[in-house]
């Protein structure tokens, strides 16, 4: 696979020499190029940026070196069509199988986007796609890529030695992995738990994947309408209890009535037990027992 990214701090792709990125790449599993899109501006002072028509706060990145610098890019293959990709807070939301999707074309372009980002009409001509990797707001597209180039590396054939790994990943059956463990048997006075010593393998799988249903209940419970579950999974979700809210700034919502009203004032049509038992509502932080206030 190829991959050319275009930003205006080539160096804040240099990560992507490390690690297993930067492995891929120099075993020619993957051939990563940066470009400076300042280096398609004419003017002394190189300017990328121009004020938003309409007014308002900030600055857009300006066409025409976009538009110069993909020319210059795409024409370096002709006998290839490359996927346009540019990250953006409003962009369709990353997930795994977006990047095995990103995994099987041949040639990606990133457009690391700054300031309140590209003007949308070199980028309705040129994206393929306008990907958000999450719900908040970066400096600029670069650190996004990094998480997508890594996303989609780690995928292609060969990158990663154990490939029942990648199989076996958070996300490849839709559900979140448990803890793992390794030496020594007892830490701290913290014992691992004892069936994953115990050499059952069916035992073994069983609790992993009641870990996984647990987990996934009480941190996104929304994921388990997405993916076929057995009885004896739903049964495991079933008994799973939601702890009280523990972090965050909303109050802790601590029964079911108290459930309706906080639901109905913050205009949530949920159910009401199911708000109780997470003990927060709308799409919130999901309640305590990690020290983390976005964990259950
Ligand atoms: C910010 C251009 N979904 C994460 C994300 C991706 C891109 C940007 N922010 C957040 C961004 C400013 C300018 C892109």
Do not use: K
């Not at 990145?61 to 996927?83: C, G, N, Q, Y």
């Amino acid at each position: 696979m190829r991959i050319d990214v275009v930003t205006i701090f080539p160096d804040y792709l240099r990560p992507l020499e490390l690690a297993l990125v930067g492995r891929a790449a120099s075993r020619d599993l993957v051939d990563i190029q940066t470009h400076d899109l300042r280096a398609w501006t004419h003017d002394v002072h190189r300017t990328v940026d121009d004020s938003p028509y309409g007014g308002g706060p900030g600055m857009v990145m300006r066409p025409e070196p976009w538009d110069a610098a993909l020319r210059d890019i795409v024409a370096r293959d002709p006998s290839r069509r490359p996927r346009v990709v540019v990250p953006t807070p409003a962009g369709v939301p990353f997930t795994q199988s977006y990047a095995a999707e990103l995994a099987e074309q041949d040639w990606l372009i990133f457009c690391c986007g700054r300031y309140e980002g590209i003007d949308g009409r070199v980028v309705d001509a040129w994206a393929d796609d306008e990907i958000s990797i999450g719900d908040y707001v970066l400096a600029g597209g670069e650190v996004a890529t990094l998480v997508m180039v890594e996303a989609v590396t780690r995928l292609l054939p060969g990158v990663v030695g154990n490939a029942e790994s990648i199989i076996d990943d958070s996300f490849a059956h839709g559900l979140l992995e448990g803890p793992v463990y390794t030496r020594p048997p007892v830490w701290e006075g913290r014992a691992v738990p004892e069936i994953l010593r115990s050499g059952d393998h069916a035992a073994i799988a069983r609790w992993r994947r009641e870990e996984a249903l647990r987990r996934t209940r009480r941190r996104r419970p929304e994921l388990l309408d997405r993916i076929e579950l057995s009885d004896a999974d739903r049964a495991v979700v079933a008994s799973t209890i939601v702890a009280a809210h523990g972090g965050g700034d909303d109050p802790p919502v601590t029964g079911v009535e108290d459930a309706v009203t906080a639901a109905g004032a913050a205009g949530v049509v949920e159910d009401a037990v199911t708000v109780a038992e997470r003990g927060t509502i709308g799409d919130g932080p999901a309640p305590s027992g990690c020290a983390s206030s976005h964990c259950s």
